[in-house]
């Protein structure tokens, strides 16, 4: 009794051989593209929406006089 056999490049390839190779390739692929993302930058404080630089530059002023009170 012959079993089925694929031909891939004119090599005979058995279906579970072909099978665990599809597998194999497309988890190190995964695992490779996972690996190789830089996780995004977090800002290091909300955006300030000010209305005039003066009022940036205050709000900026206050949360670093909070940050000295810790």
């Not at 891939?8 to 072909?18: D, E, M, W, Y």
């Not at 190789?36 to 209305?51: C, G, H, L, V, W």
């Not at 530059?57 to 909070?66: A, N, Q, T």
């Amino acid at each position: 009794m012959a079993g089925a056999v694929y031909h891939v490049f004119g090599r005979a390839v058995k279906p579970h051989q072909l099978s665990i190779a599809t597998l194999g390739s497309t988890a190190a692929l995964v695992i490779g593209l996972n690996l190789t993302k830089k996780p995004a930058e977090k800002p290091t404080s909300p955006p300030i929406n000010a209305a005039s630089p003066e009022e940036e530059d205050f709000v900026k002023d206050f949360m670093k006089s909070l940050e000295e009170k810790k």
